[in-house]
């Protein structure tokens, strides 16, 4: 890959802070070309959820999990608006939260995320805003997004349980521009990574960066045919919360990881020379035929379960077949951050569909070593390298698995 081509990735958003006098606030690290072999095998824990368990067990639809401070293990079941906390013997030790319309009660409870405090924040859609929960799993108060507009990228709690940063993929469109009501494609050139600020009764907003967005990141566009056409496999924004209040995030189709300090201070970029691939005619392929595979389960459900129309669906399905792609395939396809400050970085692999390894680098900038392909992200990190993964059988069962990563 030419010189030009690698700028045009994303990163010339680094350099234009070198321009403008930040140099001197942050590093450009060089991490390690070669893979370092981490352990595959990690142990487990402790496993809960069963068909013929304890009731508390028979989870009917796991709609977050996340670890506090001691890693006691929040589970939130949707179905049963219920909150289990499991300790690290794999015992329930308490519950809170149930179904209604008065103060702690779930409509439609769809996240959760812990504070190092113990305190717990919920996500209702219903609701449009988060519960508070105090350690001892007491309501504490309901903070509401301003107007009708619901969203929902993943998110860390800070340690004070008072703020929120996006976890993982987050949308092109503003968070500031969706809470004003505005839901258009942001023509900025910019992506915010923000925090949510959960100090009073009303969702507030804090911007801590602006990320890079790509040229044609409108991810939908009106066809000749009249149909819009859906972009994808364009370079994500991936964002990690880190303890002090900063954040990690890649925004290149590039391996540049992006470090800043609590106030957005850009202070370091973590790179490794792994570049992005050119997209060819077979990935492309490749990748739509994996997107209908996977849709065409969703639509059977949807079927069943929204009573669609064998027209409409059709018009669902075409979207799909009409797929556009960004011109390389990003390296990077996820990141995630642990309470102390590691970052877990899931690469592609060769094509659009196969997975990479995973690597683990510190926010200061040292190397670990990567997981083999085929390791699965988890869905939440806790203390002591703990991690949980939602498990969910062929019979629709889910489990929920903690192990323990000690690279």
Do not use: C
């Not at 402790?46 to 589970?75: S, T």
């Not at 309501?139 to 009708?148: P, Y």
């Not at 949980?388 to 929920?400: H, I, K, S």
């Amino acid at each position: 890959m030419s010189s030009l081509r690698y700028v045009k990735s994303g990163l010339h958003s680094a350099w234009l802070l070198v321009a403008v006098g930040a140099l001197e606030a942050q590093q450009i690290i060089q991490l390690p070309a070669e893979d370092r072999a981490l352990e595959a095998d990690i142990e487990e824990v402790y496993r809960v959820g069963a068909l013929d368990g304890p009731e508390w067990e028979q989870f009917g639809m796991i709609a977050g999990v996340d670890f506090d401070a001691a890693g006691r293990l929040h589970i939130l079941d949707g179905q049963a608006a219920r909150v289990f906390v499991v300790g690290i013997d794999g015992e329930l030790m308490r519950e809170y939260g149930r179904a209604g319309e008065g103060p702690g009660e779930f409509e439609d409870a769809a996240w959760i995320g812990v504070a190092g405090d113990g305190r717990a924040v919920v996500f209702d859609w219903q609701r449009n805003g988060f519960h508070v929960f105090n350690a001892a799993g007491r309501a504490e108060r309901l903070v509401r997004f301003e107007g009708d507009y619901s969203f929902l990228p993943e998110l860390d709690v800070s340690a004070r349980g008072d703020a929120l940063i996006p976890n993982g993929r987050v949308g092109s469109v503003s968070i500031a521009a969706a809470l004003a009501g505005n839901r258009n494609v942001n023509t900025s050139g910019t992506r915010p990574v923000v925090r949510l600020v959960l100090n009073g009764f009303s969702v507030g907003i804090d911007t801590l960066a602006h990320a890079w967005m790509p040229v044609l990141e409108q991810r939908r566009f009106r066809a000749p045919n009249g149909t819009y056409r859906d972009r994808s496999l364009t370079p994500p924004l991936l964002v990690g919360a880190l303890p002090e209040g900063g954040v990690a995030y890649s925004d290149s189709s590039a391996y540049r990881i992006k470090v800043t300090d609590t106030d957005g201070t850009l202070e370091r970029v973590l790179a490794r020379p792994l570049h992005p691939q050119p997209m060819t005619d077979h990935m492309r392929e490749t990748a739509r035929q994996s997107e209908l595979e996977l849709y065409d389960v969703q639509l059977r459900g949807a079927r069943e379960s929204y009573g669609l129309t064998d027209g409409a669906l059709a018009i669902m399905r075409e979207r799909v077949e009409s797929l556009e792609f960004y011109h390389e395939l990003p390296v990077i396809r996820d990141l995630q951050t642990t309470p102390d400050g590691t970052i877990w970085v899931w690469r592609r692999g060769p094509d659009p569909v196969t997975e990479g390894p995973i690597d683990l680098v510190t926010s200061d900038g040292r190397y670990l070593g990567s997981y083999p392909a085929g390791t699965r992200m988890p869905h939440a990190f806790g203390p002591d390298g703990l991690v949980a993964f939602v498990e969910t059988d062929a019979l629709g069962v889910q489990t929920v698995v903690v192990r323990r990563a000690t690279p």
